[in-house]
């Protein structure tokens, strides 16, 4: 079993850039592939794959909506995860989550048996 727990979120204007990142501890980390999810605060919502990265760093996916302006990587060595943000915009605006599971890498969040608590990132306009 692994635990992961976020940090980087915050409140950043328009055009502006955050980092998050993801601490693994438990499990060696280079065994999982991680993934960010998002979830926006509107009723029936559901957490909206953002990014995935393979257990060695060697393969990336993004969301459409973020190609070109997320980047995914991990340090295997300090079990981190990390999400930069840039050109950040209000439909950015959620509760982002990492998540773990064993081996491939999915698009699916209910292929992750593991997940963090979440950080809030607030985009103003």
């Known amino acids: 079993q692994v635990q992961l727990v976020e940090s980087g979120g915050g409140l950043v204007q328009a055009g502006g850039s955050l980092r998050l990142s993801c601490a693994a501890s438990?499990?060696?980390?280079?065994?999982?592939?991680m993934g960010w999810f998002r979830q926006r605060q509107a009723p029936g919502k559901e957490r909206e794959f953002v990014s995935a990265i393979s257990r060695d760093g060697g393969s990336t996916n993004y969301a459409d909506s973020v190609k070109g302006r997320f980047t995914i990587s991990r340090d295997n060595a300090n079990n981190t995860v990390y999400l930069q943000m840039n050109s950040l915009n209000p439909e950015d605006t959620a509760a982002y989550y990492c998540?773990?599971?064993?081996?491939?890498?999915?698009?699916?969040?209910?292929?992750?048996?593991?997940w963090g608590q979440g950080t809030q990132v607030t985009v103003s306009s």
């Open positions: 998540a773990a599971r064993r081996f491939a890498v999915s698009l699916t969040a209910d292929e992750y048996p593991y």
């Open positions: 438990g499990r060696t980390s280079s065994n999982y592939a």
